[in-house]
C-alpha cells in the first residue's frame, strides 16, 4: 500500500486546493478557544473544499505566512445568511469540543450536523463529513464519490454508483477501510491522513471517467437522458421547500416519479443545477 500512496498522492489537484491552507487551518482548529474563531477556520475551509482559496498577496485572509482570496463557494457548501450564525455559535462551538475529545468514531455525530444545527439536509454526507474532518481529521476521513470508487475498486467491488446511492452506512463503511489503512502509519499525523486521502481521491477521480463512459452509453442506447423542463424544475424547487432531504435525493424522487432518467451530473452537482434553475424562473 505504501507504493501505492507515494504514486496516487502526487497527483492531488493541491493548486486547486493548496496543502497549506488546509493543514494551517485544521491545526488552529485543534486548540481555538473561542466560538468566533472556530467557525471562521470552518468557514475558510469550506471554501477550500469547494476549490475558491487562491494564494494572493494582496488577499484579505491571513493564514500562517501567507495572504489569500476566498472566491464564492457554490452556495450549498456555504452560504453567509444561513450557515454563519450557527457555525460561530456557541452551542456549536460546545460540539465542536466534543468532537475534538472523540478517540473512537461516532456515527451519530455525522447527523447531528442535519438533527442538531439544521446546517445540511438530512441526507447530505460530503460536508458534514468534511466539517467533522477538519475537526477531529484521524477519526473522521473526507468522504465523496472519488474515495469511495477508489475503496471498492481495491476491494474489487462494483464502482458503477451514483453519489445519491451513498448514505450513512456506506460512510460507516469507508471510515474502517480508511482507518485499517491508516494502520500502516505508526501514530498518524494530519500530514498522514492527508497523504492517504490525496492518494484515494486521486485514484477514484481517475476511475470517474470509466463509469461516466458506462452511464452516458447506456442512457444513449435507451434514450433517457432526459434534460428537464419548466415543470421538473418547478416541481424539484417547490420539493425543497421545508424538507430536510438533501437535494439530491429530491431530484431523484421527482426523476422517478415522471420516468425520465437524468444524467449523472443533476446527482454529483445537484446545487449547482438548481442554482441555475432558480436564476432562471425568478425572471
Known sequence: MKFFVEAWSTKFQSDKYPLDFYRTN???IQTAD?????????????HWKDGKVRVDVNGSTQVGDKTYTLLPTKPNTYNEKKHKEILTSAAFYDWVKEVRALSSFDSDKVTDIAEKFQL??????????????????VIFPL??????????????????????ELDINS??????????????????????????DNALWSFG????????????VK????????????????????????????????????ADEQNVVLSSSYYDYPGSHIYRWRKQLSR
Open 26 to 28: 485544521i491545526e488552529e
Open 219 to 254: 442512457s444513449r442506447s435507451i434514450k433517457t437522458n432526459y434534460v428537464p423542463n419548466e415543470i421538473f424544475k418547478l416541481e424539484v424547487l417547490k420539493r425543497l421547500n421545508g424538507t430536510d432531504k438533501s437535494q439530491a435525493v429530491v431530484m431523484k424522487e421527482v
Open 143 to 164: 468522504y465523496d464519490q472519488h474515495v469511495e470508487r477508489a475503496k471498492r475498486a481495491l476491494l474489487a467491488e462494483d464502482i458503477s454508483f451514483k453519489s445519491v
Open 171 to 196: 460512510y460507516i463503511g469507508y471510515q474502517v477501510f480508511f482507518s485499517r489503512l491508516l494502520e500502516d502509519f505508526s501514530d498518524p499525523t494530519l500530514h498522514d491522513v492527508k497523504k492517504l
Open 205 to 216: 477521480k481517475s476511475l470517474k471517467s470509466k463509469t461516466v463512459k458506462k452511464y452516458k
Open 120 to 137: 445540511y439536509g438530512k441526507d447530505t454526507l460530503v460536508i458534514p463529513t468534511f466539517i467533522l474532518h477538519v475537526i477531529n481529521p
Open 34 to 46: 473561542t466560538q468566533d474563531r472556530v467557525g471562521e477556520l470552518i468557514i475558510n475551509l469550506l
